[in-house]
């Protein structure tokens, strides 16, 4: 499986979708004739068994339809606007999205939405986050989570539960530290997972309104909510709660530090927690998934509706693709029964995505039933904060945010007013 060491956007969303391609998405397919017919589909390296199974079930009930299934070897911008688009891309929420959209470069498929009834099947947040104006042109068939992952034998030890709040994070963060271990491990070699912390404590104690609106450029980030939220953050790192060479740890890095059970051969350095995504847990050999466990980002706020953040997967259909109507009963298939069927038996088979549209979570798997409901219960879900912002903004954070990590690993002091200065510097540079 891929690993996202390096921050250069377009690597990153090229290189990220194969970690997550394992879950999609209740109605039937849409009728087509029986004109043989070839989809070109774009997908991402590392396509899984859920993919193929999906494929395979759907041209079982379509004969006439066969699949060319391609692997992006460019920016999904560039397969949009071609003279001959593909017929079906692989794609998640964010920047990318939302600017095809804008463009006009993708086919509306509401239709599909409504037929299929997905809107009274789907979590509401989660159909929030496909629509746009009123349309949708995005079909969500599964999602990666993120949070915090635990060591849960370190927490048997010591007493601990997982914190629903954040004075209870820092208790158990203190009681860790009083016994000699490192609470937190933060991969600050990926800013993308970096900036969870800034996605999170934003979220949590402004909302998401406030986090929206500095993620597409109409609010400042110098601004005294975005004071409170780095403030926060840096006191979090400059006060020895997070596992020293932050600046040279990356997601892969994080899950080692936290595996105990491998007699120090995996990683000398260890920790309790770390904030990443499903997709980094990925990497987990079964044999040491069994010490993790997870519990949500705690309440900061309790007057600020919860928001979680999520990493949705599924598809979009090109404006200008040749054969849309068979493209359409592909979408149309996904919401289907029989899709669900195919995907949630991948999921439990050590998934680390949701299906979305499953109907009874007591179908999953145990590790995936609490993660559906903290998603279902969410007033809002956002795309990670990285990814929602416009490509050469996130070269800027990326930056600002390797700085801020190597400073506090070399001791140095970070300056809250010169660091709102920079980003909000970034952020005008997008006007």
């Known amino acids: 499986m891929l690993l996202l060491r390096f921050w250069n956007p377009t690597l990153i969303v090229l290189m990220m979708l194969p970690l997550l391609a394992g879950c999609f998405g209740r109605g039937d397919s849409a009728a087509i004739d029986d004109t043989p017919v070839t989809l070109r589909y774009i997908t991402f390296q590392g396509a899984d068994l859920a993919e193929e199974a999906l494929i395979e079930r759907f041209t079982s009930e379509h004969p006439n339809v066969t699949f060319e299934v391609e692997t992006y070897s460019q920016f999904p911008e560039n397969y949009l606007k071609s003279e001959s688009p593909p017929d079906l891309m692989f794609i998640t929420p964010g920047n990318l999205l939302a600017s095809a959209i804008?463009?006009?470069?993708?086919?509306?498929?509401?239709?599909?939405?409504?037929?299929?009834?997905?809107?009274?099947s789907y979590p509401p947040s989660l159909y929030r986050l496909s629509e746009t104006d009123g349309k949708q042109?995005?079909?969500?068939?599964?999602?990666?989570?993120?949070?915090?992952?635990?060591?849960?034998?370190?927490?048997?030890?010591?007493?601990?539960?997982?914190?629903a709040t954040w004075d209870e994070l820092m208790v158990v963060a203190d009681t860790l530290m009083v016994n000699g271990v490192t609470p937190f491990v933060l991969p600050g070699d990926d800013p993308w997972l970096t900036l969870l912390w800034f996605d999170y404590l934003n979220l949590r104690l402004n909302g998401a309104e406030f986090h929206q609106a500095l993620a597409s450029g109409q609010a400042q980030y110098y601004d005294a909510r975005v004071q409170d939220v780095l403030g926060?953050?840096?006191?979090?790192?400059?006060?020895?709660?997070?596992?020293?060479?932050?600046?040279?740890?990356?997601?892969?890095?994080?899950?080692?530090?936290?595996?105990?059970?491998?007699?120090g051969k995996l990683s000398t350095e260890k920790a309790a927690m770390t904030l990443v995504g499903s997709n980094v847990i990925a990497d987990v050999p079964e044999l040491f998934r069994n010490e993790l466990g997870f519990f949500p980002f705690p309440e900061i706020n309790p007057n600020v509706p919860t928001s979680e953040i999520v990493l949705p997967i599924g598809?979009?259909?090109?404006?200008?693709?040749?054969?849309?109507?068979?493209?359409?009963?592909?979408?149309a298939f996904l919401g289907s029964e029989s899709a669900a069927d195919v995907l949630v038996t991948q999921a439990n088979l050590g998934g680390t995505t949701v299906p979305v549209n499953i109907g009874d979570t007591n179908d999953l798997a145990d590790h995936l039933v609490d993660v559906a409901q903290t998603i279902t219960k969410a007033d809002s879900l956002h795309p990670a904060y990285f990814f929602n912002v416009p490509l050469s903004m996130q070269q800027e954070l990326g930056r600002i945010v390797a700085r801020v990590v190597r400073d506090i690993d070399r001791e140095n002091?970070?300056?809250?007013?010169?660091?709102m200065q920079e980003m909000d510097s970034a952020r005008l540079k997008q006007q």
């Open 232 to 263: 926060m953050w840096v006191r979090l790192l400059e006060g020895d709660y997070v596992m020293e060479d932050m600046a040279t740890t990356d997601g892969f890095d994080a899950w080692m530090a936290l595996i105990q059970g491998d007699e």
């Open 413 to 419: 002091s970070v300056n809250l007013d010169e660091l």
């Open 315 to 331: 598809y979009m259909l090109p404006a200008n693709a040749e054969n849309r109507l068979a493209a359409m009963s592909y979408l």
């Open 137 to 163: 042109y995005f079909l969500p068939t599964g999602y990666g989570w993120y949070g915090f992952f635990y060591n849960k034998e370190i927490f048997d030890q010591f007493g601990l539960e997982p914190p």
């Open 102 to 120: 804008e463009q006009g470069l993708l086919t509306d498929i509401t239709d599909v939405w409504q037929e299929s009834a997905l809107a009274e």
